[in-house]
């Protein structure tokens, strides 16, 4: 990266769904490399903040910027910082009517225009490096979620992202698929990925996550060292939150 | 003459009628398809004027009967823009199917979840580049069979041209009638004639089903 300040920088961003305000005046600081395990109760914001951070959600107030360019979505430099910011969902949101393979190169041929044979290349070593190689041309329907999810990842990563967000990438798959995918972010966040993740999997957090954040109503309640936050949280909506999570 | 003998003679006066009647239909569902996707993208465009507009047209043309629309192109229209009864034909014939397609357009594109918007978007893909590479061809799946109905309806609908003298299958039929004043065989024959045709068509869009059908999907296509 080529500054020096933070990956991601986010200051008193707002964000309302009519009278309800879902993010409420929030500081974020994340660091190049830096993996933030984000957990919360259902409909604190987390889902919403992390759209925020990819301007798929216009912020009410504050603002936002990835390697020390704003996030704007008013403005039209807006694709291009998106672009930058890798984004893998719950439910997968594979294009269904590309194979794998194309899934990948799609992206890196429309927006970043490069030649097909290179995007292709390109989008073959992504999906070796999560374990696909054998199911290049394979189509979404045809893959089990664990695998979905995979082709996710490497779908945002062909981008060459410099932050990645998860929203529960692995909340929608059988507990037997989970690990797959788990360890796949593990050797992203060992290859020194700046990483956002939403994510109840505390096992996860405790292992790889340099800080766990507890979101509450819109508002960052608790944020440090896995072992801190989980095991001796401040808060008392943090204590009740885990009591009932771990 | 023998039945068949007639059946052929019959035949043998349709058939120059038969190219106008294609003509007609694939001009004007052309015509319809175009106008139809421009509509439908405008009545999702999120911006108010050209979706109020979008929908103002689509209203009022599926609320008046074709054959009025091809009276008001024709003879209202005709005669201050200069049109023949070819192109006033095909344009009400289009423009009435427009509205049609528009929905079906609409809500094909209209199904596609969300999500694949959010994923397209997340990728850095700008709208017209989502709707390119990821909406419309899903959608076009969706779209595909209602879209076949209106063709095979828009080749029925050819018939009223006959009414503005055209000579189209419809109206050979008529001349024939009132030539040799032979009502059954004459109307069983035209009917039979667009029976093959809408069959024809039938076939035609089964394949094109195919042809989008995505693996694992849906349709059980597998290669
Ligand atoms: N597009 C929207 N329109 C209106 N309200 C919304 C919208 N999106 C989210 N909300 C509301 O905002 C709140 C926060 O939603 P969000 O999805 O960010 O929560 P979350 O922390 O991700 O919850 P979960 O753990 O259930 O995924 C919820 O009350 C939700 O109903
Ligand atoms: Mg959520």
Redesign the pocket.
Known sequence: MDHDGPALRARGISKR??N?V?VDGLDLDVAVSEVVVML??????????L?CFNGLERLDAGIIEVGGVRLDPTCDTIHAVRAKVGMVF?QFNLFPHLSALDNVALAPRTVLKLPKEQAINQARERLERVGLGAKLDSFPAELSGGQQQRVAIARALAMDPQVMLF??PTSALDPEMIGEVLAVMRDLAQSGMTMIV?SHEIGFAREVAHRVIF?DE?KILESGPPNQVLSAPRHPRAKEFFDKVL | MNQGALALNILKFLAPAVPMTVAVTVLSFTLALILGLAVGLSQISGYRPMVLLAKGYVDVLRGVPLLVQIFFIYFGLGGLLNLERFAAGVLAIGICYSAYLAEIIRSGIESIARGQHEAAASLGMSNTQALRFVILPQATRVIIPPAANEFIACLKDSSLVSIIGLRELTRAGREYYSQYFVDFQTWLLVGVVYLCMTLLLTKLTRHLEHRFAVRGFGMGVRR
């Open positions: 769904f009519g309800l879902v919360g109760p259902s409909g604190s914001g987390k889902s919403t903040l759209r719950q929203d529960e939403v979101l819109g």
